[in-house]
Structures are given as structure tokens and as C-alpha cells.
């Protein structure tokens, strides 16, 4: 495939790690600069990306959803899922912020119980392609491993009742913003299939 030539795979490497490089700074940044609200806060530029991130990625999915029937199920649960988060992550703005997650997590379901018997076929096309493996891997460090390793317990083994939270703080943060970089990714990775695919007349 054209898309893994070595040419290709080189300018990736070295175009995520520039990624990498630039979102490893912005955390550094905050560590040297923290904003009026203390480190890692909410306008710092940490949590920034990791909103925009999770905004990329809605559009994103729903566009592949609407652009690609294939995957449409999957992608618009997809969707759903990080537009709760999306609307989590605003929650220092919007007090409220429960019923609108609510509400897309309600229409999230519709969706799942109107397309149940495309999900299969949808869920194989998704998971067949190698930019899901970015996906997947950046859910997880996102959603579960951030939080198991944010724990509080954890980082008080290492460091005492005054001075933990600090740590605490970057590292959540921090592997939240490399797990939405992953997923971020993951979308890149999806756009190039399908726009090969539409490009040569494939659905």
C-alpha cells in the first residue's frame, strides 16, 4: 500500500513526534507557568489542547460517519462518546454541564438501538483498519490509565500530604493530552484510508 512506503512511514515518524515534542512542551510550559488558578488549571494550556483535541475529534467522527456508511454506527457512538467528554472537560463554564452529556448520552442510545443491526458489519470495518490501533490505544490511556495512575494513593507512596499534588496534577493531565494526541492521530490516520478510497471510487 502507498500509504506505508518508506518514504510515508519517515515523514510520520517524524511528524508525530514534532507532536509529541510540542505537546510535551505546552505541559512543561504550564509547569513553569502556572495560570491564576494554580497548575494545570483550567485555562492552562494543557487542558486547552485537550479541548480542542476532543473538538477535532467530534467533528471529525461524524463527518466520517456521514461521509462513509461502512462505519457510520461506530463512528457516530464514537462521536457521542468524546462530545460527553468534550462537554466534561467544560465543566468550570458550564455548572450544568450534566444535562446536555446527558442528553447527547440519550441520543447515543437511540443511535446504538436504530442501527443495532449495522453494528457488527460497522464495528468490523472500524476495528479493520490500522488507525484504529491509535484510536483504541489513545482511549485507553486517556480514559483508564490517566485515572489509575492519577490516583491519589498512588502519589502519596512517592511524595508527602504537602507537596504531591503537583506531580499528581502533570502526570493526570499530561497523559490525558497524550491519549487525545493519539486519538487525534488515529483521525489522521482515518482520513487518508477514506480519502484514498473515495479518491479511487471505493466506498
Known amino acids: 500500500m502507498k500509504s506505508y512506503t518508506p518514504l510515508n512511514i519517515a515523514v510520520r515518524v517524524i511528524g508525530y513526534s514534532l507532536l509529541f515534542f510540542g505537546i510535551a512542551e505546552a505541559i512543561r510550559f504550564d509547569a513553569v507557568h502556572p495560570m491564576e ?18 473538538l477535532s475529534l467530534v467533528v471529525f ?62 464495528t468490523h470495518e472500524f476495528f479493520a483498519q490500522p488507525a484504529s490501533v491509535w484510536f483504541f490505544a489513545g482511549f485507553l490511556v486517556t480514559f483508564i490509565f490517566s485515572r489509575l495512575f492519577g490516583r491519589s494513593k498512588f502519589w502519596l507512596e512517592l511524595y508527602d500530604e504537602n507537596s504531591y499534588r503537583l506531580a499528581k496534577a502533570a502526570t493526570e493531565e499530561g497523559l490525558e493530552l497524550l491519549g487525545d494526541t493519539l486519538m487525534l492521530i488515529s483521525a489522521f490516520e482515518f482520513y487518508l484510508v477514506f480519502w484514498k478510497r473515495k479518491k479511487s471510487g471505493r466506498k
Open 37 to 54: 488558578d494554580g497548575y494545570f488549571g483550567e485555562i492552562s494550556l494543557t487542558e486547552i489542547f485537550q479541548e480542542l483535541f476532543l
Open 61 to 122: 467522527y461524524f463527518l466520517v460517519g456521514t461521509r462513509h456508511k461502512p462505519v457510520q454506527p461506530v463512528a457516530n457512538l464514537v462521536a457521542a462518546f468524546l462530545l460527553i467528554a468534550f462537554i466534561r472537560e467544560l465543566s468550570f463554564i458550564i455548572a450544568w454541564w450534566f444535562w446536555p452529556a446527558l442528553t447527547v448520552l440519550i441520543l447515543a442510545i437511540w443511535l446504538m438501538w436504530r442501527d443495532f443491526g449495522k453494528l457488527k458489519s460497522a
